[in-house]
């Protein structure tokens, strides 16, 4: 299984920005431009790129489709995006507008069997299930509605109902990690491998330079998802392809 490391451009009002633990009020700006920034990952070397619409996760309606238009068209890059996703329809719209895959994320939570439909018309490659989750008394939690309520399923528990669907593809944030640069959460991945062997799990959260992707390679990963550290330049795109 090859070892996938994803860039990430989160879009928030057209700039590219980083939200700490996922909250809209803690948000840090950065001076790119996600078309440029996009291409100049490409320069680089990446093979995939991770696109975030902060506004549609937010409100619905995904609305990069321009932009991942142009990325599309001015790249190699392969690109997995999310944000907003609410219906078919939208998965529809964002595979034709150049998407190799499509992020699903509350909608996963909230209307599993919903999501398990699209795994299974569209293909495991054209879905990733994303899956912020907390620990809370014992138990990997899944929080709904910007992280203020909590679902009635564990982690493991929606993931088996995916796995039945065929999932392949599996992006998990531990929240207390994200955006803080304090290394992402081994022990969870390791958990996860275990438990489904097959899947091919993305960490996200956490990562803070080149030893941390390789240590999540170690635990079983099969990507990266790299976002505050790289766009601070606290190691370069090249050195983390390298791992």
């Known amino acids: 299984m090859s070892f996938i490391v994803y860039p990430a451009i989160d879009v928030r009002d057209g700039k590219v920005v980083r939200l700490k633990q996922g909250d809209y009020a803690q948000q840090t700006s950065y001076a790119y431009e996600p078309l440029a920034l996009a291409q100049r990952y490409a320069e680089d070397g990446a093979g995939w790129l991770h696109l975030v619409d902060l506004d549609a996760a937010r409100l619905g309606g995904y ?20 944000g907003g996703i609410r219906s078919e329809d ?33 293909g495991a490659e054209r879905i990733t299930v994303a899956l912020d989750t907390r620990f809370v008394d014992g138990q990997w939690r899944l929080p709904l509605h910007g992280w203020t309520e909590m679902s009635g399923s564990t982690l493991e528990e929606l993931v088996a109902r995916f796995l039945d669907a065929g999932l392949k593809h599996l992006l998990c944030t531990d929240i207390g990690r ?46 990266a998802v790299l976002g505050k550290a790289l766009l601070e330049q606290r190691f370069e795109l090249k050195d983390a392809l390298s791992c």
Do not use: F
């Open 63 to 82: 609305t990069l489709a321009p932009l991942l238009a142009s990325i599309a068209q001015s790249t190699k890059l392969q690109v997995q995006t999310g």
């Open 90 to 122: 939208d998965v529809i719209r964002v595979l034709d507008a150049g998407a190799s895959r499509v992020v699903v994320g509350s909608l996963a939570v909230s209307r599993p069997d919903r999501v398990a439909g699209w795994i299974a018309r569209h």
């Open 178 to 223: 994200d955006g803080m640069l304090a290394g992402p959460n081994l022990e969870l991945y390791a958990h996860l491998k275990s438990q489904v062997p097959g899947l091919e799990i993305q960490a996200s959260g956490g990562i803070r330079d080149v030893a941390d992707i390789a240590a999540s390679r170690a635990a079983g990963c099969a990507g």
